[in-house]
Structures are given as structure tokens and as C-alpha cells.
């Protein structure tokens, strides 16, 4: 059977999936948490990528699909703004207020008095919900941990999150995503420009931009195609086995990375469609994977503040449970909710701006019709 023949209806497994990702990339940053930054992570000997290094890639793969597919069956812009960011926004910005007026004052080493005045403390809401930085710090907040004044690392991803969506709305609304030959082209030149950095120079390892755009480009490029090409692709365990086997002969070449990408890509998507019955129960349960991700590290660092001789699995046994609980209360209280409004905010974006075109016309035929004197 070919891909086509299993999309179109939400019955699948990409809420299991982010959700075993999400807990991947807590499970990976407790070494660093409990014994510094610089500490060796899960997978990173392995394969030469951590473990949360591979979760992101997941995400990423995961959404250049489901974008793609929200792209090519609505095919309207409006829509797509309000549904984007009314899934990334709210919830960081709920995430970043318990980060600054709750987590902070209990964590922090200075007094009440100097935290609150530092500016940091009123910033860091608007700068980091906004996407406008990702690393800023809070005065004192975690000062004393191994991985010290890092306050919620995860949240950087966001951003390339943010223009990946940017990115392939663009190429639709160029017409390059509705036509197979014409996104062919894109993702030829992609590719191109990909090998070229990667295997020609060394760009990605001096300049981290160009390695998170060649990284991210990628794996948002590979989810789109599958979705893409879904009709020429056919689901087999048999092709899943030989991409693993052709990713390990491909470890030491160039190719590594790319090849890893399209593997975990092609694994992703069987395992998102083929097994069924009793596994799918689990949508059931909502999706609490930008709640793991968003609150995840921040849990871990306030856990070994109060409790600094844990060690890793100690500490990811103590913080699953309370992750978990934040993730469901953020998905129930405040991402669905948020979502269901999007239809609205689209009305309301397509209103201000017709109204803001019909505006700059007048004040233009206005402006002609003016006589010189």
C-alpha cells in the first residue's frame, strides 16, 4: 500500500510519537542538569547525535508533514497564521509567566527586592513568548546548579520552529508546493546548496545559524516531501529495515546525516500509520508534548536546586510525574482552548488586513487625484 492510502483521518499515532520525543529530550538533559552542561548525553557516542538531538529531529520531520498537508487541504494563509500561532504562543507565554513570577522568586539567590527591579524579570516574558530570545537569563535564578543560569535551553528550537512554518508557507503560496515538479525543484536545490556546505566546507562548525538552517531546513523538508509524493511512497517494514542497514554503512561519509534523516523519516511515518487497535487509545489522552517540551528542563532545574544530590534517572523518576501533570493541565487549560479560537482570530486577521489594503487605496487614489499646485 502506498502513504495515501492511510492519511486522511486523524486515527494515528503522531501524538504517541511527540509524546515519546518530548520525554526523550527530558530523559537526555538530565546528564547535563545533574553533572553539567558539558556532560556526555544518550546516543551521543552511539551515533554522533544525542538523544535529544534525534527527538528535535522528530518533531521537525513530523511537522514539515503535517504542515504540508494543512498547506495543500486548506490553502488558506489566514487560517494557517491563526492555527500556528495559536499552537506555539500561548503555551510558551504561560510557560515563560510561571517561569519569571513563580519559578524565579523561589529559586532565585537574591532578594525579593533586587530581583524584581532587575529588568530581566519584566523582559523575559515578552522576549522569550515573542521569540525574540531564547536564552535570556533571570537575576540569580539557578545560579548554583551544575548547569548553571540555564533556564529553559529547549525553548531555542522554537524559533527555527517558527520560520520553518514561514518558510514552506512561502513556497506554497509561491505555487511550488502544489505542484510535484515544482517543490522537485525546490527540494533538489535545497539539497544542493546542503551537500555543498556539508561536504565542501565548514560552515555548519563555524557558524551554528547555518548548521540549525541545514539541520532543521532537512528534516522539514523530508516531512513535506513524504507528504508530498504520499502517493508514490510505498509503507513496507521491509524499506524500513534497509534504510537502518544503508544508515549504518553510510556513518562515516558525508551522506550520514541526510540518510539519517530520510530513515527516521520513512520509520516515523510507518510507525505513525501501521500498527493500530488498542495503541491508538492513546489519543485519548490529548497531546501534552509542547507541554513536556516547553516545561521539561525547567522542572529538571528546579528539582536539582532543592534536591542536588539526585542523579540522573533519580532525577528524571522524580520530575515524570510533575512534567507530565504541568504538560496535561497546559494541553486542557490553555493549548486547546487557545486552539479552538483560531477560525476566529482568522476572520479577524483577514478582516484588518483588507481593511488596512482598502485603506492604503484610498488614501493613494486620494493622494493621485490631489491637482499640484
Excluded at 500561532?85 to 523561589?106: C, D, K, N, Q, Y
Aim: one cysteine or more; glycine letters at 8%.
Amino acid at each position: 500500500m502506498r502513504l495515501s492510502a492511510y492519511i486522511g483521518t486523524r486515527d494515528n499515532n503522531f501524538n504517541l510519537l511527540r509524546f515519546l520525543a518530548a520525554t526523550a529530550v527530558v530523559v537526555t538533559h538530565a546528564n547535563p542538569v545533574v553533572l553539567g552542561i558539558d556532560a556526555i548525553e544518550p546516543l551521543q557516542v552511539e551515533t554522533g547525535y544525542t538523544l535529544g538531538h534525534l527527538a528535535v529531529n522528530v518533531f521537525f520531520i513530523i511537522s514539515g508533514f503535517l504542515i504540508a498537508k494543512s498547506l495543500l487541504s486548506d490553502n488558506d494563509i489566514f487560517d494557517f497564521v491563526a492555527a500556528r500561532g495559536l499552537r506555539l504562543i500561548p503555551g510558551l507565554l504561560m510557560a515563560t509567566i510561571v517561569t519569571a513570577f513563580v519559578i524565579g522568586p523561589m529559586v532565585t539567590t537574591v532578594t525579593m527586592g533586587a530581583y524584581f527591579t532587575d529588568w530581566r524579570t519584566w523582559l523575559y516574558v515578552p522576549l522569550t513568548a515573542g521569540l525574540v530570545l531564547d536564552n535570556l537569563g533571570l537575576y540569580g535564578v539557578f545560579a548554583t546548579v551544575p548547569s548553571q543560569s540555564e533556564i529553559n535551553t529547549p525553548l531555542w528550537t522554537l524559533r527555527w520552529e517558527a520560520m520553518a512554518y514561514v518558510g514552506l508557507a512561502i513556497v506554497s503560496l509561491l505555487g511550488l508546493l502544489a505542484s510535484r515538479w515544482k517543490f522537485a525543484l525546490v527540494a533538489v536545490g535545497f539539497l544542493g546548496v546542503y551537500g555543498a556546505v556539508t561536504g565542501l566546507t565548514d560552515l555548519r562548525e563555524q557558524f551554528g545559524a547555518i548548521d540549525h538552517l541545514a539541520r532543521f531546513g532537512l528534516c522539514f523538508l523530508v516531512g513535506a516531501a513524504f507528504y508530498v509524493y504520499r502517493d508514490a511512497i510505498p509503507v513496507s517494514i521491509l524499506l524500513v529495515v534497509s534504510l537502518w542497514i544503508a544508515v549504518y554503512f553510510a556513518s562515516a561519509t558525508p551522506a550520514y546525516q541526510a540518510l539519517l534523516v530520510v530513515a527516521m523519516a520513512y520509520t516515523i511515518f510507518w510507525l505513525a500509520f501501521v500498527p493500530s487497535g488498542f495503541i491508538r487509545d492513546f489519543n485519548l489522552l490529548g497531546d501534552a508534548s509542547y507541554g513536556i517540551y516547553i516545561y521539561g528542563f525547567l522542572i529538571q532545574q528546579t528539582a536539582i536546586f532543592l534536591m542536588p544530590s539526585l542523579t540522573p534517572l533519580g532525577l528524571f523518576i522524580v520530575v515524570l510525574p510533575i512534567v507530565l501533570t504541568i504538560a496535561y493541565l497546559s494541553f486542557y487549560l490553555v493549548e486547546k482552548p487557545v486552539l479552538s479560537q483560531r477560525y476566529k482570530l482568522s476572520a479577524w486577521l483577514r478582516w484588518r488586513i483588507l481593511a488596512i489594503a482598502k485603506h492604503r487605496q484610498s488614501v493613494t487614489a486620494g493622494t493621485q487625484a490631489t491637482p499640484i499646485v
